[in-house]
C-alpha cells in the first residue's frame, strides 16, 4: 500500500457551513479500517472545533490552529507547537477596536478589512509574526508557522513519511501543507488559486469531493491517478533530442546492467540522489562496501562487524533516515540467507508503514545468484519499488530479472544485455540500434515499449565513498593489489591507494615493467579501484615505450593529483580525497 495516511482541512471541505454530513462522516469511518491513519489539518481553534464536530476521535492527530496547536484525540493531550501569542499584541489590537477577535495558543484570528489594523500593530510592537489570508479570513501566527509545519510534527509523531500522504483541501492556508503531500487534491468549491496547485480536482463540492477521494483511494490506493502524474516521474538523462528520459518514482522494479567502468554507477547514483532530494527513503544493501561513506544516510556494517537486523529496523523507523546496509562481513557464501533474513522483515515493515520506499541491491547478483542452492530465496511476486544493480542479467536469479519491468543497459554491450533481458524475461526482443553505444551513454527498455538511447549526466555528489576507501582504506586480501614479479618472487601487498604508491616507488624496474606490461595496473585501477580515469592512463603507458621510472611517475602523479595523497603517507598512512 501506497498511501497510508489522508489528511483532510475542515471548514469548505469536510465541513459545509461547519457541519460534516453523515455520509462524510462515513467515509473517513472507511479510511480507519483499512489501517489508514487520519489527520485533520484546520484553521479553527480546538475548541471551537470541538463545538462543530463531535468525532475528533476518528482522527489520530488534529493539526488546529493553522499549525501552532497539535491535539491526539486518544490520550486528549493537546501540545503548543509555537511560541505562545504576545499578550501585547492582543491588547494593541483591542485598542485599535479589531472585530471580531478570536485569541487562541498560537493564533489571533479577525476578518478582512482589519489587515491594516493588524499590520501596524506588528509593526509598531516589533514583533515577528506572519499573516495569512483565508477566504476573508485574517489569520495571524508566529513566523514559520501553517499547516505544513503542525502536519509535519503529526507525521513524525506517527513515523509516516509525507511521501506516503494524500491532502485534500480548499482554501489559501491549505496551500503549504498539500504541497508537503506525496498526493494533493481539492474538492470542487476550492479557491482557483489551490486548484491550479494540486495534483487532482474532485467533481463534487465540500464532503461529496472528499468521499470521491476516499472511494477512489480504497478501490485502487490511487494507483489510476498518481500513475499519471509527471511529477512522480524522476529523469536519469536525457535522449538524443533533448527530451528527458524517466523512471517512475513508485510502482515498478528497474534493474541497471554494465561491466564496471561502463557508467553504472554513475547512472545509479544519479537516480539515487533523485530519490532522495524527492524525499523517499532508502535502504541500500551493499555487498562490496562501495557505500562506506554514505554522507546522505546511516551506513551500517563493515568488514568487521556484520548488521543487526534490530539495528536495520530501528533506523528505518525514522521516516527521514536513509541506510547502507554493508555485507563486507558476511561470508560470500553466506550472502543470499542473509538477505533473504532482511528482506522479510523490509517487506513486513512496509505493509504497515509504507517504507523503506525504495530497496537498492548494488551488486545484486551476490546476494540473488543466478544458481539456485537449498536455502535459496523465494523471491515476493508483488514486490515493488526495487533497483537491481548488476554487471549481466544472467547473473541474477530469473525470477528476480523477470521482476524488472524496466531495464537499463549501460557500456558496449548495451545491446547485449537487452537481448539477454528479453531472454531471460520472454519477452520479444526489442530493436535495437546496430551502432555500439558511446562511452556516457546507455539503452532504456521498458516492457511493452521501444528502446531509448539516452545520454547518463553527472552525478551532483562525487563518489567519495569509492575516493576515500580506495585512497587510504582496506579493500580486503582478494581485491588488493599484489606486487609479485616476473617469477613470482614477492609477494607484496597494496590495499589502497596510498600503499600502492608507497610500493611502486620501491619496487625493481622489472617487477614494474613486468605488471604493467600485463595491464595488470589497468584491470586493479578499472575493476576494484573503479577509476575509469585513472585505468585509461595506465593503459596509455601500456603501449608507449617509456623507461620504468618514467612510466611509474606519470601514474603515481595521476593518483596523487585525483587523490591528494598526503606528502606523510609514507610515514602515518594517510591521504585526502579530492
Not at 328 to 350: H, K, N, Y
Not at 389 to 399: F, S
Request: proline content about 6%; charged content about 25%; glycine content about 8%.
Amino acid at each position: 500500500m501506497r498511501y497510508m495516511a489522508l489528511a483532510v482541512d475542515f471548514d469548505g471541505t469536510i465541513a459545509l457551513d461547519g457541519r460534516v454530513d453523515d455520509p462524510t462522516r462515513a467515509a473517513l469511518e472507511s479510511v480507519r479500517r483499512t489501517g489508514r491513519r487520519l489527520l485533520l489539518v484546520t484553521g479553527r481553534q480546538l475548541d471551537d472545533l470541538r463545538q462543530a464536530f463531535d468525532r475528533l476521535d476518528l482522527f489520530d492527530f488534529v493539526v488546529a490552529e493553522n499549525g501552532a496547536l497539535l491535539f491526539e484525540p486518544a490520550r486528549n493531550e493537546k501540545t503548543l507547537l509555537s511560541p505562545p501569542i504576545d499578550e501585547r499584541f492582543v491588547a494593541e489590537l483591542q485598542r485599535r477596536g479589531v472585530r471580531p477577535l478570536a485569541v487562541g495558543e498560537g493564533i489571533v484570528s479577525t476578518w478582512e478589512p482589519n489587515e491594516k489594523a493588524v499590520l501596524d500593530a506588528i509593526r509598531d510592537i516589533g514583533l515577528e509574526l506572519q499573516v495569512i489570508f483565508n477566504k476573508g479570513a485574517v489569520m495571524v501566527l508566529p513566523s514559520g508557522t501553517n499547516k505544513a509545519s503542525g502536519l509535519a510534527q503529526a507525521l513524525q509523531r506517527l513515523e509516516l513519511s509525507p511521501r506516503n500522504l494524500v491532502g485534500i483541501g480548499d482554501a489559501e492556508n491549505d496551500q503549504a501543507f498539500l504541497r508537503a503531500c506525496e498526493f494533493s487534491a481539492a474538492v470542487e468549491n476550492a479557491v482557483p488559486a489551490v486548484k491550479e496547485q494540486v495534483d487532482f480536482v474532485t467533481r463534487g463540492d465540500h464532503g461529496l469531493g472528499v468521499r470521491q477521494l476516499i472511494d477512489a483511494l480504497l478501490e485502487d490506493d490511487l494507483s489510476n491517478l498518481s500513475r499519471r502524474l509527471e511529477r512522480h516521474f524522476l529523469p536519469i538523462g536525457q535522449d538524443t533530442r533533448g527530451r528527458p528520459v524517466t523512471l517512475p518514482a513508485y510502482g515498478e522494479n528497474v534493474l541497471f546492467a554494465g561491466a564496471s567502468g561502463s557508467g553504472k554507477s554513475t547512472l545509479a547514483k544519479g537516480f539515487v540522489e533523485r530519490l532522495i532530494e524527492r524525499g523517499y527513503q532508502l535502504c541500500i544493501i551493499d555487498p562490496e562496501g562501495d557505500y562506506e561513506e554514505f554522507e546522505e544516510g546511516v551506513v551500517l556494517g563493515d568488514r568487521h562487524s556484520v548488521p543487526k537486523l534490530d539495528e536495520i529496523l530501528q533506523i528505518l523507523k525514522d521516516p527521514t533516515a536513509n541506510l547502507a546496509v554493508s555485507l563486507l562481513g558476511v561470508p560470500l557464501a553466506d550472502r543470499p540467507q542473509f538477505f533473504s533474513t532482511i528482506l522479510a522483515s523490509l517487506v513486513e515493515m512496509r505493509a504497515t508503514s509504507g517504507r523503506p520506499h525504495w530497496l537498492v541491491l548494488d551488486e545484486a547478483h551476490h546476494i540473488l545468484p543466478a544458481a539456485r542452492g537449498p536455502e535459496s530465496i523465494a523471491w515476493p511476486a508483488q514486490l515493488r519499488n526495487v533497483l537491481f544493480i548488476t554487471v549481466e542479467p544472467g547473473t541474477m536469479m530469473p525470477e528476480a530479472v523477470q521482476a524488472a519491468s524496466t531495464v537499463c543497459a549501460v557500456g558496449e554491450a548495451a545491446q547485449d544485455v537487452l537481448i539477454e533481458f528479453a531472454r531471460i524475461t520472454g519477452q520479444k526482443q526489442p530493436s535495437l540500434p546496430k551502432r555500439k553505444v558511446p562511452v556516457g551513454d546507455a539503452l532504456a527498455w521498458r516492457r511493452g515499449a521501444g528502446v531509448q538511447r539516452f545520454t547518463v549526466p553527472p552525478t551532483r555528489l562525487m563518489h567519495r565513498r569509492h575516493r576515500r576507501k580506495y585512497a587510504q582504506g582496506d579493500v580486503g586480501p582478494d581485491q588488493s593489489f599484489y606486487f609479485r614479479g616476473p617469477k613470482g618472487r614477492l609477494n607484496l601487498r597494496a590495499q589502497n591507494l596510498v600503499l600502492f604508491t608507497q610500493l611502486a616507488e620501491g619496487v625493481d624496474d622489472e617487477t614494474w615493467t613486468y605488471h604493467l606490461r600485463r595491464g595488470d595496473y589497468t584491470a586493479w585501477l578499472r575493476d576494484v579501484v573503479k577509476d575509469e580515469e585513472l585505468a585509461k592512463t595506465a593503459e596509455g603507458l601500456e603501449k608507449r615505450q617509456l623507461p620504468p621510472k618514467r612510466s611509474r611517475d606519470i601514474l603515481i602523479d595521476a593518483i596523487g593529483s585525483r587523490y591528494t595523497l598526503s606528502s606523510t603517507s609514507s610515514t602515518d598512512g594517510s591521504a585526502g580525497a579530492k
